[in-house]
């Protein structure tokens, strides 16, 4: 119930500063309020109210005067500065900000171009030469004369398996000879995968390069791309007599193909895979590269429900297949979001990053105040070990090294202590250290940048402001109302019940009654029904004579009923019976039986009494003028 009145509140108070309507319209404990948040606040769900009075300008700046005082009276508690509120907007404000932590348009791009290649599967070997990412020149260029050798060969019509298997440094190309199978998006590095998506069917791709080395793909085939499958499945292990593991499989699928026994029925009594067996052999959907190939090749080998594979064997056991569904790749709108969230932990959302990195480089200034050169005597070989400490005798710690947007100092110290953290572990990199450590000290620059953006979001996008206030306000206001009228009106017993004899009478039931209603096509039963009705026969005395010859039904109605004997009335075909069965007379129930109805209203009560409260302690002055031209704009 919270967090439906929370979202409630969210979408009826929401701020925004208006920058083309900057008209004071008043002042809420000394605070301007401007005529573009008012406006923004009763036009953006203006649609969304049934209730008409909301609608009325005049009722709804009742309303957000309201909103200012409770707003004000939370600020003025310190409800903002609550630990427990800081930790939950930190959390939320953490979680909105990743999105704007990257070019929105570029991830769009990727996103959309994940859903097409998501449409097929592609087949591939490939030939790899290793290459850390911290490799030093000279043995970049050696691992890259390697693979043009590799890529000339090719050319020359030499076969790619055995080239492949003789050369490339993937440790399994010798047993696979390269190939990989099926992939389809998100399932490699974004590189190899553009690759392979770029390439023709019966082509290799040019060299290029990810984080694990030099590559070259073959793409053998492509083809639309299985989504999900959902089959069943009957499964024998092979244990320590492979042979008889073999004739029970085969002896299963002649019983099922001969309709002696039907699938399911053999998968409940004798697969082995216990789990899936109590539904008929019934796995969960899956795609590529969630089972073992041998399994999968078998699986999207079948194209119809309920066909059945031959038995085929894995390392382990022997098994038959049927398939329950094929499932397709789902339309764009339903899994747009599950693809934004892959791309922003994949990769190539570095991509989105890095052009928004570019332009924050043009936008906010960064100034240096020092040299980073002066850390250099400080770092010896051992941060090439990961063993370097921080130094003691750098005395320059506490001096600044750059300054961010003109506000945001960072000292040699944080440059130091972001060294420490990012020691490298290749000894050989030792010759080049004034290099590395200036790659080092780009690389924090470029981070700090990225971190005054985030930490000061609300200044360079409107929207991330907009909605980031929106949620703390909200949060605030929730947690407000819980401590002075919600949780206060369940927790406080005796004022409840003080209420509720107080304003007994406003619970009071009316007359009430039960009306019944029987309609049949036999006169007979007709006849008895009403004879039953007339001597005050019960709804069950009455069911049970009605048996299956009559539809009755029975209504609770408040009131006074217009008609109170029984009578029986020809409708068409049928006999239509009606009377009155039972009366409940007006009464006022226990507190016990409508405890959530008075609980309700004493929340508007207690509601009503703090905001009479506020409005003797905060001040509230309307700028007349300005509200007249509101009013005029929106009163009809």
């Given amino acids: 119930m919270k967090k439906m009145i929370f979202w409630m509140l969210a979408a009826l108070f929401i701020h925004v500063q208006a920058q083309d309507k900057k008209d004071v319209l008043m002042t809420v404990n000394g605070k301007p309020v401007t005529v573009g948040e008012f406006e923004y606040m009763y036009t953006k769900n203006l649609n969304l109210v049934k209730d008409p009075a909301q609608k009325d300008v005049d009722n709804y700046r009742k309303l957000f005067i309201n909103y200012k005082l409770e707003l004000a009276d939370a600020h003025n508690k310190g409800l903002d500065t609550l630990p427990s509120f800081r930790s939950e907007y930190k959390r939320y404000r953490d979680e909105l900000a990743r999105k704007y932590l990257t070019d929105k348009k570029v991830t769009e791009k990727l996103v959309r171009e994940a859903y097409e290649r998501m449409k097929t599967d592609v087949n591939v070997a490939h030939i790899m030469v290793m290459l850390p990412q911290d490799a030093l020149p000279a043995d970049t260029l050696k691992a890259w004369r390697k693979i043009q050798k590799i890529y000339k060969a090719l050319k020359r019509g030499q076969n790619f398996n055995m080239l492949a298997k003789r050369f490339s440094e993937d440790p399994s190309a010798g047993e696979n000879e390269g190939n990989l199978g099926w992939i389809n998006v998100l399932q490699t590095v974004y590189p190899f995968e553009t690759a392979a998506y770029n390439t023709p069917a019966g082509k290799f791709s040019k060299p290029f390069r990810t984080k694990y080395g030099y590559h070259i793909v073959y793409v053998k085939a492509k083809r639309p791309a299985v989504y999900r499958v959902q089959v069943k499945q009957i499964m024998i292990v092979k244990g320590k007599n492979p042979e008889a593991a073999?004739?029970?499989?085969?002896?299963?699928?002649?019983?099922?193909?001969?309709?002696?026994a039907t699938f399911e029925d053999m998968a409940k009594h004798f697969s082995d895979d216990k789990q899936s067996a109590k539904a008929g052999g019934l796995l969960p959907p899956f795609g590529l590269r969630q089972k073992i190939p041998a399994?999968?090749?078998?699986?999207?080998?079948?194209?119809?429900?309920?066909?059945?594979?031959?038995?085929?064997?894995t390392e382990k056991a022997w098994h038959i297949l049927k398939l329950k569904q094929r499932i397709p790749v789902p339309p764009f709108r339903n899994i747009k979001r599950q693809l934004e969230r892959q791309i922003e932990r994949d990769s190539r959302s570095q991509t989105g990053k890095e052009l928004l990195l570019k332009r924050l480089k043009k936008q906010i200034p960064v100034t240096e105040k020092g040299d980073w050169h002066k850390v250099l005597p400080y770092i010896d070989d051992k941060f090439f070990e990961k063993k370097w400490h921080f130094p003691k005798q750098f005395k320059e710690k506490d001096k600044v090294l750059f300054v961010i947007n003109n506000d945001k100092q960072v000292t040699y110290g944080d440059f130091m202590i972001w060294l420490y953290r990012h020691q490298r572990y290749n000894k050989d990199l030792a010759k080049y250290?004034?290099?590395?450590?200036?790659?080092?000290?780009?690389?924090?620059?470029?981070?700090r940048l990225m971190q005054y953006y985030k930490d000061n979001l609300e200044k360079f996008n409107a929207e991330f402001a907009r909605t980031a206030k929106e949620y703390y306000e909200g949060l605030l206001l929730f947690r407000y109302k819980s401590d002075n009228v919600w949780d206060k009106a369940m927790k406080d017993?005796?004022?409840?019940?003080?209420?509720?004899?107080?304003?007994?009478?406003?619970?009071?039931?009316?007359?009430?009654?039960?009306?019944?209603?029987?309609?049949?096509?036999?006169?007979?039963?007709?006849?008895?029904?009403?004879?039953?009705?007339?001597?005050?026969?019960?709804?069950?005395?009455?069911?049970?004579?009605?048996?299956?010859?009559?539809?009755?039904?029975?209504?609770?109605?408040?009131?006074?009923?217009?008609?109170?004997?029984?009578?029986?009335?020809?409708?068409?075909?049928k006999y239509v019976i009606r009377g009155i069965i039972d009366r409940v007379p007006s009464r006022i129930p226990p507190l016990d039986e409508i405890r959530g109805r008075v609980l309700g209203d004493y929340q508007q009560y207690l509601e009503k009494q703090l905001l009479e409260k506020l409005r003797r302690q905060y001040r509230v002055k309307i700028n007349e003028k300005v509200w007249k031209k509101v009013r005029n704009k929106y009163k009809h």
Avoid: C, W
């Fill in 493 to 573: 017993t005796l004022g409840l019940e003080n209420y509720y004899r107080a304003h007994k009478e406003q619970y009071r039931t009316p007359p009430r009654y039960k009306a019944f209603y029987a309609e049949t096509k036999d006169k007979s039963t007709a006849k008895k029904l009403l004879k039953a009705l007339k001597k005050g026969a019960s709804l069950p005395e009455l069911e049970k004579i009605a048996g299956k010859q009559a539809l009755v039904k029975a209504r609770i109605r408040d009131g006074k009923p217009e008609k109170t004997k029984p009578e029986m009335t020809k409708e068409g075909d």
């Fill in 295 to 313: 399994f999968e090749e078998h699986a999207f080998a079948l194209k119809k429900p309920d066909e059945i594979s031959e038995p085929f064997e």
């Fill in 246 to 260: 073999k004739a029970k499989i085969f002896d299963i699928y002649k019983k099922i193909k001969q309709g002696e």
């Fill in 433 to 447: 250290k004034k290099q590395e450590i200036k790659q080092l000290y780009d690389r924090f620059k470029d981070e």
